[in-house]
């Protein structure tokens, strides 16, 4: 199901996320794919297309997030809410390892948001070292 976007809540969303997925905090201009405007509560389960409801993503953390709004946190063995980009602030939930090229989990909406959205995918682990090493990475972004 898709719902048509204005030009005008797409350049709206697209400023509140500083053009970085709201998931993994990839920046849209280091890769070679167009982000997504993704509906965090999806359309088929009654989410609307408002600003609220919307947020930037990279097309893989988009595809693995789905129709999904909650995953299994296997430290605690419960099923969370996923991260909510619009409602939670990234560094409550999130924090960089070391070396910029890991996100670990800091609560349970955390650690079941990545692994259900593979925020730490090997792919993107490697990306994120050849960023670090351009110096390119993190640029430490708050929205």
Known sequence: MSAYISTTLKRRVRTRFSNYCAYC???EVLTVSTFEIEHIVP?????KTEFENLCLACPTCNRHKAFRQMA???????TVPLFNPQRQEWVEHFVWNETFTEIIG????????????????????RVRQMWVKMEK??????F
Request: no cysteine; net charge neutral.
């Open 25 to 27: 905090h990839s920046p």
């Open 43 to 47: 359309l088929s389960v009654g989410g």
């Open 72 to 78: 299994f946190d296997s430290s605690t063995g419960e």
């Open 106 to 125: 800091l609560t349970a909406v955390g650690r079941a948001t990545i692994s259900a959205l593979k925020m730490n995918r090997i792919q993107l682990i």
């Open 137 to 142: 990475f993190p640029s430490l972004i708050e």
